[in-house]
């Protein structure tokens, strides 16, 4: 999580951004600026950008990779603002921003999570070594729960979910995401999938997203059991899960 909070609240404190701040939307050298264009991540044929794709900056170190598998799942925000960008270059350009907050400001070695999901619903790989961790069933070991990184893999989802409904496309891949770890880590959903704060003085990942942990339980447990999950991923006519009681838009 992105926050402005101090570091007994939150392990990845970082200043509070208002949306001049945040350099996203802007093409990086040689992208082209995207219209919303992008593949759909599903378990079944994941698709993960990597950092290559996404034009990360070197580590300072290459991370740790133990040949354990996390038995935790931690859901995150980025307390950033809520962009109605969904676009590769938009997501590209978080996944700098995030890495250049933990590396800068906080002083990291790379970005903490190991896994992005922009609003969008573009999935890319966050810290050094990750994607290829994942698959060898090993957890590249990040910073992002204080005290419990080497235990637990975390999900960065971009945006602020104190007040804010979940867009239909970040929930998506979030879902399906899960589903794609669970599987790969041999996880039960009901266990598994946490929020930052229910291990750390947060309030990661937002109030709302916190309240829909216990939906997207069942929802990757459904999809794990082979069954639609349609009842857990409904969404209204503005894309927006429909939660109690209704909350806004996208912004």
Not at 144 to 156: A, C, D, S, Y
Not at 183 to 209: F, M, Q, W
């Amino acid at each position: 999580m992105l926050s402005a909070a101090p570091p007994v609240q939150n392990e990845a404190m970082a200043a509070d951004l208002s949306a001049g701040d945040t350099g996203l939307g802007r093409a990086g050298p040689g992208e082209r600026p995207e219209t919303g264009e992008h593949v759909l991540f599903t378990a079944d044929a994941p698709r993960i950008y990597t950092r290559e794709q996404w034009k990360a900056r070197s580590p300072r170190r290459a991370a740790k990779v133990i040949g354990r598998r996390p038995d935790h799942i931690v859901v995150h925000h980025t307390a950033t603002p809520n962009s109605k960008d969904a676009s590769r270059a938009h997501a590209f350009a978080l996944s700098r921003l995030i890495q250049d907050i933990h590396m800068d400001r906080n002083r990291w070695d790379d970005a903490g999570q190991q896994l992005t999901i922009s609003r969008g619903g573009i999935v890319m790989e966050g810290r050094n070594r990750s994607l290829k961790a994942i698959r060898n069933g090993g957890l590249a070991i990040g910073a992002q729960v204080l005290h419990h990184n080497e235990h637990t893999i975390g999900i960065e989802n971009e945006g602020t979910y104190m007040k804010k409904a979940v867009p239909r496309r970040l929930w998506g891949s979030l879902v399906e995401v899960c589903v794609w770890l669970c599987r790969a880590y041999d996880l039960e959903p009901s266990k598994a999938i946490v929020g930052h704060r229910d291990y750390n003085r947060t309030a990661c990942p937002g109030d709302v997203l916190y309240a829909r942990l216990p939906a997207l339980r069942r929802a990757v447990a459904k999809r794990l059991d082979g069954a639609s999950g349609q009842s857990d991923n409904a969404t209204g006519d503005d894309g927006i899960l429909p939660i109690l009681p209704p909350l806004d838009d996208l912004t």
